[in-house]
């Protein structure tokens, strides 16, 4: 059995190792350093280009349990940044020089793959596409002519998400405009003329993140950084997404001046999004600014607001909950191509497109980690969100199932949620073990 890879990232080197440990011969194909990017400095696979950090190992960390899970799976990149790992307290450090010549180096060594360099300029099968955000002009092309213009975008802007927990529902009041949905669809933050008028104040100077020379952003009119709109005049957010307009308070039965509304981001309430705060604030800035508004002061963040180059797939509206393309089971997708952010994340869903790919040569059906762990609560949400409001997303506590009882202290909440998922996860690499290749 033959496969080809794409794309020699984290998502396309774990992907290339997961198949060819399941006894599939693979070409993996990267382009650098016959077609370089601006990002990349060398030619070594699975290159860190910004931070080299991997996040938290600790278990009641998000990224920890996603970590933990990978190995439970047999992770090649796992292996390789402890191997790299350098001091950084609890996060997954590494040496980023040590590391990706240790990848390019084991990967090479490997006898089921070849690494041949070129410019991909068709989307392979049986294959997995994971070129990440910054794909070539020409196999993007390739990509929206395959799977409709609307399939591809080459910037996001993401707001932030804070825990539902952590939030005061004292002081605020749960409304849809003018009553529509289910009529309380939304958490609404009321804001007087002088608390918004602080709010203003507070965006206009904050400090913002300064891109890479490799990720010029531009601004789109309807979605612009909400700093941006704060510094294009003082009324231009209550006349945009903080517009009280439909949203009396119940409690005094007048609009407020201004409203910040949180809209539900799962079934269970566990996660809201800050409507409209699509920002490029620095994340301390953003914790500053959040807290500061009525009943936010405690907010925890499960992802921060940013605007940047990403170059990923409307994943629910394009893709099969495999990564496939719906009309041919044999061509997968892995990485930040897919909607996900986060070094963890990319190459976590290479892992599980190499192991389904995998088991399609095999003639077996694709199999999804359950969702009760981290990486099966990712792969749903990737393919479970709403397509008109889809945006790339990290590992987080808000995607898991919730505990059957409600458990108050939150470290002791976050422990029993990481003992479910690494049980679940063991049983799970026990099944995808088993299949014959």
Known sequence: MNATVVGGGLAGCEAAWALAQRGVVVTLVEMRPHRTTPAHQSEHLAEIVCSNTFKSLELTNAHGLLKAELRVLGSLLMDVAAHARIPGGAALTVDRSLFSREVTRRIANHPNIQVVREEAMEL??????????????????????????????????????????????????????????????????????????????????????????????????????????????????????????????PRTGTEPHAVVQLRREDRAGQMWNLVGFQTRLKIGEQQRIVRS??????????????????????TPAALTASLALPDDPLTMFAGQLTGVEGYTESLATGLQAGINLSRALAGSPPLLPPAETMLGALLRYLHECDPSRFQPMNANFGLLPPLESRVRDKRRKRELLSERALAAMHRFADEVATIPV
């Open 293 to 314: 508004l009525p009943g936010l002061a405690e907010a925890e963040f499960y992802r921060y607001g940013s605007v940047h180059r990403n170059t990923y797939l409307n």
């Open 124 to 249: 392979p099968t049986p294959g997995i596409v994971a070129t990440g955000p910054l794909t070539s002009d020409a196999l993007a092309m390739v990509i929206r002519s395959r799977l409709g213009i609307e399939s591809l975008a080459f910037y996001d802007a993401i707001a932030p998400i804070v825990d539902g927990d952590s939030v005061d529902e004292g002081e605020l009041y749960r409304l849809s405009r003018y009553g529509k949905g289910d009529g309380d669809d939304f958490l609404n933050v009321p804001l007087s003329r002088a608390a918004y008028e602080s709010l203003v104040d507070a965006l206009v100077s904050a400090e913002q993140h300064v891109a890479h020379e490799f990720d010029p952003i531009p601004f789109f009119e309807g979605c612009l950084p909400i700093e941006e709109m704060a510094r294009r005049g003082r009324e231009t957010m209550r006349f945009g997404p903080l517009k009280p307009v439909g949203l009396p308070d």
